[in-house]
Every structure is written in structure tokens, then in C-alpha cells.
């Protein structure tokens, strides 16, 4: 009867649990596909936004990635590093750094245009549960409708 005080604190009784162990195997079934566009997962988020965006503040990518200026900087430098971005001061407030995707960096689009599918293909879910959970993780982040 006592034990069941500690029933709160049973792996298997948190829902953080199976939502770290999804990502980390998601994450994990994206590996082979970005390493074919020499992309690590955190940087292939980046490029999607920017695929997107074109130009956005540092500040802003962060917001969106739900990452923190000192996940972003070397990541960001890692990028520049391979040409995808550029990092350059606002020109309307030098406290603003701006990232721009570079020609480079727009064409490896076409190579990364397959990623999507191929994951879902991977998938367990149907379409109609992917959206639900999709819909349920996003009222989780604050982001929902």
C-alpha cells in the first residue's frame, strides 16, 4: 500500500518519458538521410526556416527552433563554415544578428526535398494519428490553434 506513494515517480508513469525516448528515436531514423546532405538534425531544422525565410535574426530562428543563442552560435558558425548562411549585424541595430541562406545553401534544398517522405515511410502512424499527435505536441508547445 505504501509503495503506491512512489507510483508518481514510475518511469513509465510520465508522460516526458516516451515523448524524449520519440524524439531521440525519431531523430535517430533522420540520421541516414541527412548524412547524405551532410546535415546534422539541429542544422537541417535551421535550414528548413530558412528555406522558408530566406534572412531571419538569430533571435528569431531561436524562438522558432525553441533553441538558445549558445545552441545557435556554434551551430550557426558550423553552417557559415559549409556556406548555407551568412551571420552579419543589422544594419538597423548592430545588437541583431542577422543569418541569410546563401546560394549554396538554397540549392541543397533540392538535395534534402526527399527527407520528408522518406520519413514518413518510417512511420508506425497513419496520417490521420500523425496529424493528431502533430496537433497535440504543438498545443504542448504553446503553438496550438
Partial sequence: MEEQVYDPLKIENQLCF??????????????????????????????????EKKAVTVKELGHQLFLD??????????????????????????????????????????????IPAKMADCSVLEPEEAMILYKILYKMLGKGE
Avoid: H
Avoid at 548562411?85 to 545553401?105: A, H, K, P, Y
Fill in 18 to 51: 516516451p515523448l524524449y525516448a520519440c524524439s531521440r528515436e525519431m531523430i535517430k531514423q533522420y540520421k541516414p538521410f541527412l548524412d547524405e546532405v551532410d546535415l546534422t538534425y539541429t542544422q537541417y531544422i535551421a535550414m528548413m526556416v530558412l528555406w
Fill in 69 to 114: 543563442s549558445g545552441t545557435l552560435t556554434p551551430l550557426l558558425k558550423k553552417m557559415e563554415t559549409k556556406g548555407l548562411v551568412r551571420r552579419n549585424r543589422s544594419t538597423e541595430d548592430e545588437r541583431n544578428l542577422i543569418v541569410t541562406i546563401t546560394e549554396e545553401g538554397e540549392q541543397l534544398k533540392e538535395r534534402a526535398i526527399q
